[in-house]
């Protein structure tokens, strides 16, 4: 027996059991069964989702599958020449709870609906695909994020350089760029990270890259291999997509290329032209702020390290949208800071003058609460899936822009200016929804009910003889009596004749000629007249006429609005922008956020700045986060910042980076003053973390960033870097570090703005070798065998770190922590790292020095010569017994150790 109650045995007694199609030959199969098959042999790589009656059903391999996955009883059909084949099944009413939990699961499902009425078919229903649902380009709302896109990401690769597109099915958003420079695979890879796309096609190319290798390893995107021949710039040139910005390219046919395969495979998932993505929009990566996976991880913008949820983020933090759409343009802003000055300003402007009026921001808020994601109806619109609900929720949400209109009208600068512009209320649209769908259509469009009542005069009256047939019988009837005179006349049913009208035959004298007997009974004569055959042909068909005399006008409704899909578009992007703008605003007045000033200099300066996310989470414990300053400029470029763990170390440098990164978003900072001079990128070094996927070390792992930041960063770039070399030994940790801030604050390698956290104290003594270095450490309070972290920066080195303290803190042994002290005492009295003379003479033997060398190693090494002058004074004291020895004696002994010690250091001189 099976984990899902399948016995296999029991199936085979029943009938030979073939678990795949391909155990049996096409004569072998059922007229239905090969059907299947040949729907199958279209979708090799997908769930085959088969209609029969109110299920769709999956069979053979599909169907052991399945029901494991979703839990499905597993039964048997007859397939042909005496076999039965493994089956599953889901109600066709619920198959999107289903392909839903597949497709998030990695898998691709295929839709097989029937495409006529059994009722009126001859021979087999006719089917067909309808849609393959998958990652990248599912469309239906219960597999998707309402705050966040989903994208089909698509790789052109040639040798090493890429054009990649990437697409959101569901909102129509397409953009497009190529990588062809130096560094591609880096590039690609933070692309990747920007999109976070859920699937990738890419060409064979690709296949054996380290890239495709790292997506594997490290995430969990699913890929699909498409054919060489989809990435054909030809067939892009040819699909009628127009292009925005392509001039930014000399060659873009790598990018075309990946256009291409791109909408080729959304239009063979979908099974139709996808006419919404009619526009892409061409970048460079350099257009905003590049920001490499390890920097996204580090500053956690959009989820956290540990549980890769929203909340504790950097957009947790800063979402205060209303709308889906408002969400997922912040999230874009979250991940793309702008580099541009201008750019910056104008949407801080934005920010400033919605935060400014009070009372219109309150109104466009109480607007936008409650409305509908337009963007993602209107996507559904385009494809043609939109059902009755989707109209009613599209209707409800116009009725709401008129409204956030009106709070528009107080705004008169910058981005508002075209936000009003581009936000339509489309009232001849809304007018024809609220005239025409019924306030409780339901989800399916093809069993009436749809349709409001007055919209269309015959779909009213078909639906009055639906619902009244018995009346309108009545009525005919007592109509025929008083015409005949015939008080005995009925009307009555059956499914021979159909309605007939009875009469006894003692009064068949009082027929008129026009009734036409149809049966004689016994003591009755059974008839029928033109007038009620009419009727019946009303009555019997009233309800599947007005079935699909509904679906008709359904299809006209959508398609008026498919008509004006671009406006709906123009319309939720504008409200977006609303949102987002509003938000800010609002986030700015509540936690007390300041506008920074952005301009083209070098110079970061924050008053009192604070970190957004762990201020909010300190709040609800009633914690007070505790301020710091930043000041950078030509003369202070790298700050080394000392202090003990747990101290506030990670927190200013991240609150640092944020800072910067909010303002270059165009949002207000926490802060009671800033000044940022534009970052063209932020890294990261912070944390530590090996790859076992890679077989990486800690160490190696750290490195390769550290790497990567070298080769990347300018002097306009922000660095934050945290214990570097911590994952090796002492000197060689300290001499990375080291000969790593000599490269960096060197004016004429990089000079970038950095701040690097260490352990390493004699990394303070830079400052008096390298221009531009300058230290800074976080205060504590010693109080007694204990110590207070007071979190706040200030000028100047230290030389203790408190490790100790930090282990008491966690919970260490007692004993532990005793011999711990005593060990870092004798450390401390034994060796001192010191360096004599300045930079140019850094590296002479004789400009390095310690009190005892080689400083730490040494306690541990029995051929230092401190080591056997405490060895030979602790076999001396380990001889003596101090209950025999007289006062004399012990004097005596206590010189001769003293003289020992003295001859001992005169010989190490």
């Known amino acids: 027996m099976s984990d899902n109650g399948f016995d296999e045995n029991n199936v085979k007694a029943a009938g030979q059991f073939p678990m795949s199609l ?44 399945g029901a494991k996955i979703l839990e499905l009883a597993l039964t048997r059909r007859d397939c042909g020449s005496g076999y039965r084949a493994p089956m599953c099944g889901i109600p066709f009413h619920a198959y999107s ?14 839709i097989c609906e029937q495409l006529e009425d059994p009722s009126v078919a001859t021979g087999l229903v006719k089917r067909g695909i309808i849609k393959i649902l998958t990652p990248g380009t599912i469309t239906e709302s219960g597999g998707l994020e309402d705050r966040k896109n989903n994208f089909l990401m698509s790789i052109c690769c040639v040798g090493t350089q890429f054009g990649v597109a990437c697409a959101d099915i569901s909102t129509g958003d397409f953009e497009a760029t190529q990588l062809t420079l130096t560094d591609n695979g880096e590039h690609l890879i933070n692309l990747i990270g920007k999109y976070s796309p859920s699937e990738i096609i890419y060409n064979s190319n690709f296949e054996d890259t380290p890239e495709i290798t790292a997506i594997r390893n490290g995430t969990g995107i699913a ?29 873009p046919e790598l990018m075309f290329c990946a256009c291409a395969a791109l909408l080729l495979y959304a239009e063979e998932t979908q099974t139709e032209q996808v006419k919404h993505l009619d526009v892409v929009r061409c970048y460079k990566i350099s257009d905003t702020m590049e920001l490499d996976i390890a920097t996204r991880t580090g500053l956690e913008l959009t989820s956290t390290i540990r549980t890769k949820q929203k909340r504790g983020s950097l957009l947790w933090a800063l979402d205060r949208t209303k709308t889906s759409m408002g969400a997922r343009l912040l999230r874009k802003w ?62 409800n949400s116009l009725r709401k822009i008129p409204f956030v209109r009106e709070g528009l009208e107080e705004f008169s ?39 409001k009542r007055g919209y269309s005069a015959e779909c009213d009256e078909l639906y009055d003889l639906a619902k009244n047939a018995k009346e309108y019988i009545m009525q005919l009837e007592n109509n025929e009596r008083e015409r005949t005179g015939i008080k005995t006349l009925k ?10 009208i009875d009469i006894p035959r003692s009064q068949s004298d009082k027929v008129p000629e026009e009734y036409v007997r149809k049966q004689t009974l016994v003591n009755n004569e059974r008839y029928i007249t033109p007038q009620i055959k009419e009727l019946e042909d009303k009555i019997v068909t009233a309800s599947s006429r007005r079935i699909a005399l509904e679906y008709e006008l359904f299809t006209q409704v959508r398609d008026a609005v498919q008509a004006v899909s671009q406006k709906l578009f123009d319309t939720a992007r504008a409200i977006a922008q609303t949102d987002v703008i509003t938000s800010l605003a609002e986030l700015a007045e509540n936690e007390n956020y300041v506008k920074p000033v952005i301009d083209d200099s070098e110079i970061i300066e924050i008053k009192n700045g604070r970190h957004p996310v762990v201020e909010q989470m300190m709040r609800s414990s009633h914690e007070v986060f505790v301020p710091n300053d930043i000041s950078m400029n030509e003369d202070k470029r790298l700050m080394v910042l000392t202090g003990p763990n747990m101290s506030g170390k990670s927190t200013f440098m991240r609150q640092t980076a944020l800072i910067v990164l909010m303002a270059q978003i165009g949002s207000f900072v926490p802060a009671d003053s800033a000044r940022i001079g534009l970052v063209d990128h932020i890294f990261t070094r912070i944390g530590a973390s090996d790859d ?29 870097l945290d214990e570097v070399g911590r994952g090796t030994s002492t000197y060689d940790g300290l001499s990375i570090a080291w000969a790593v801030i000599e490269y960096i604050v060197d004016p004429n390698i990089l000079y970038s703005r950095t701040i690097f956290a260490t352990h390493y104290h004699e990394l303070n003594q830079l400052e008096r070798l390298n221009r531009g270095v300058y230290n800074n450490h976080v205060e504590v309070r010693e109080e007694g065998d204990s110590v207070a972290f007071l979190h706040k920066i200030a000028p100047g080195g230290t030389s203790d770190s408190y490790g100790i303290e930090v282990a008491r803190l966690a919970g260490l042994p007692a004993d532990v922590l005793k011999r711990s002290g005593s060990i870092l005492s004798e450390l401390e009295r034994i060796g001192k790292f010191k360096v004599k003379g300045n930079r140019e003479t850094m590296g002479n033997d004789e400009e390095l020095s310690s009190e005892v060398m080689p400083g730490q190693e040494s306690f541990f090494n029995p051929d230092n010569v401190v080591y056997r002058k405490e060895d030979k004074i602790r076999q001396t004291l380990r001889e003596l017994d101090p209950t025999r020895l007289t006062p004399i004696e012990a004097m005596n002994i206590l010189y001769e150790l003293k003289q020992k010690c003295s001859e001992e250091d005169v010989g190490t001189d």
């Open 22 to 65: 391909s155990d049996l030959k096409p004569g072998e199969l059922s007229p239905m069964m090969q059907h299947y098959a040949e729907m199958k042999a279209k979708c090799q790589d997908s769930f085959l989702f088969y209609r029969l009656g109110d299920f769709y059903e999956m069979f053979f391999d599909d169907a052991v599958r």
């Open 223 to 251: 890929l699909t291999r498409r054919n060489d021949r989809d990435f054909s710039e030809s067939l892009f040139k040819n699909s009628g997509t127009a292009v925005q910005d392509a001039k930014l390219f000399t060659n």
């Open 97 to 110: 709870t289903y392909a839903n939990r597949l497709v998030q699961a990695g898998y691709k499902v295929a």
């Open 692 to 720: 076992i996927s890679t077989g990486q070390s800690t160490f190696m792992v750290e490195m390769k960033e550290v790497s990567y930041i070298l080769k990347n960063a300018t002097r306009r770039s922000l660095l934050l």
């Open 491 to 500: 009307i009555g049913y059956n499914k021979v004749f159909g309605y007939f």
């Open 413 to 451: 600068k910058g981005m508002f200016k075209e936000i009003k512009t581009a936000m339509d209320p489309l009232p001849d649209i809304l007018t024809l929804l609220e005239n025409a769908i019924s306030e409780d259509a339901p989800v399916t469009v093809k069993d009436g009910d749809i349709i």
């Open 334 to 395: 979250v991940e793309e800071p702008l580099i541009s000055v201008r750019a910056i300003n104008r949407r801080l402007d934005a920010v400033g003058e919605a935060k400014e009026r009070y009372m219109a921001r309150q109104q466009i808020i109480e607007g936008l609460t409650g409305l509908y994601d337009i963007e993602r109806l209107a996507g559904k619109v385009s494809l043609g899936t939109c059902n009755a609900r989707d109209l009613l929720s599209l209707r």
